[in-house]
Structure formats: C-alpha cells, structure tokens
C-alpha cells in the first residue's frame, strides 16, 4: 500500500518534474540499489540486473513529465523493471519445460507484488545504445578503431596496439579520448549519474 507524500517527497518531485538533476539524483540514490536488488531476485544475474535498473531509471528521466505524483516514481521503475526481467526470461535461449512452469510462477508472483501497467510511451534503451554507437561512429578512424578493439572484442591494450602498429601510450590515449567524447554526447541527454553509471560500464 503506498504512503501519502510527505511536503519534502513533494518538494523534490515537482524539482525533478523540471529536470532539476540534483533531485533526480536523489531518486536515484534512493531507488537504484532496491530496484536492482528486486530484479536480482527474479533473474539470479547481479549484472543483469544492474543494467535492467539502468534502463529503468533512463526511462524514469525521459518519462518524468507524464509522472503525475511523488508516488508515481516508484510505481514507474518497478513497473519497468517488472517488464524487463519477464523479457529477459521469456528470451533466454535454452527453454525447457521446467523453464516454462518458472516462468509462469515468476511472472504470477511479479505482478502480485507491483502495480498495474502504466500506458507510459517509453525511450527504448536501444535509442541510448543507438545514440552510442553513433557517437562511436563519429570517432576519428584510429580512435574508433582502438574504442572498438578494446570494448567490444575485449582485447588488450598491447594487442591493439601491435596489431595497429601503434604505441600502448597511443591506445590509452585514444580509449581517453573516445570515453570523453561519448560522456559529452550522453551529457546532452542525461543527467550527469546516469551518464557516470554508462560511463563506468564502457570503462
């Protein structure tokens, strides 16, 4: 049963109505680790769970003019974060049939714990993953390069840097100089903890 607001729960609403980030940080603040720790519950994967929170929260800052009431923050992230542990089970690649009775019971005690749906049309994450290849994209070719060798094949500094006939100092650099540049994308969309919680995930 949700709780009447108190003035400073109202208060720090209508500032992040706004898009005051100081009071979005609270919220966060406040909510990120339970969130994370109620879809932990669900999907047994503390990393997954982390990123699944991530998206809720983007979704929570590019929704906040449609959240009508101090409580309606909660009911949004749980809500999302409902949704997203169910997608995440229904698309695991091995289903058994064991997998299928799990996933009825999960899915039944979800939505005994949470409110209803919102009809809330919601930023997609993949618009911020969009948004990040983009800005890769646009990296200088050697950077982009070094970026891309780094995060997404997972190498070391000193293959990339033997395999592009370049210094390990160069690759640093480089990595620096790709990390900066995606921060000050996202900067242009995101509040600053949101951006440092991408950040620290790509680092």
């Known amino acids: 049963m949700l709780t009447e607001p108190s003035a400073l729960d109202e208060f720090l609403f209508l500032q992040f109505k706004s898009g005051n980030e100081s009071a979005f940080e609270q919220l966060f603040k406040a909510h990120y680790n339970p969130i994370v720790g109620f879809c932990n519950q669900f999907i047994s994967d503390h990393d997954k769970s982390a990123s699944l929170a991530q998206e809720a929260f983007i979704n929570l800052w590019m929704n906040r003019s449609k959240i009508q009431s101090p409580n309606g923050i909660k009911s949004f992230l749980y809500t999302f974060a409902k949704s997203s542990c169910l997608n995440f089970i229904r698309h695991q690649k091995v289903v058994s049939k064991y997998e299928d009775r799990h996933l009825q019971a999960m899915e039944g005690k979800l939505n005994s714990e949470v409110l209803d749906s919102f009809d809330f049309d919601a930023l997609e994450?993949?618009?911020?993953?969009?948004?990040?290849?983009?800005?890769?994209?646009?990296?200088?070719?050697k950077c982009r390069q070094v970026f891309m060798a780094s995060r997404f094949e997972g190498k070391k500094n000193k293959e990339i840097a033997d395999e592009l006939q370049i210094s390990v100092k160069s690759v640093e650099a480089n990595i620096t100089r790709a990390l900066k540049t995606l921060s000050v994308k996202l900067?242009?969309?995101?509040?600053?903890?949101?951006?440092q919680m991408i950040m620290h995930y790509m680092s």
């Open 125 to 141: 994450f993949s618009e911020m993953e969009e948004l990040i290849y983009r800005s890769i994209s646009e990296l200088p070719e």
């Open 187 to 195: 900067g242009e969309y995101l509040p600053a903890v949101l951006v």
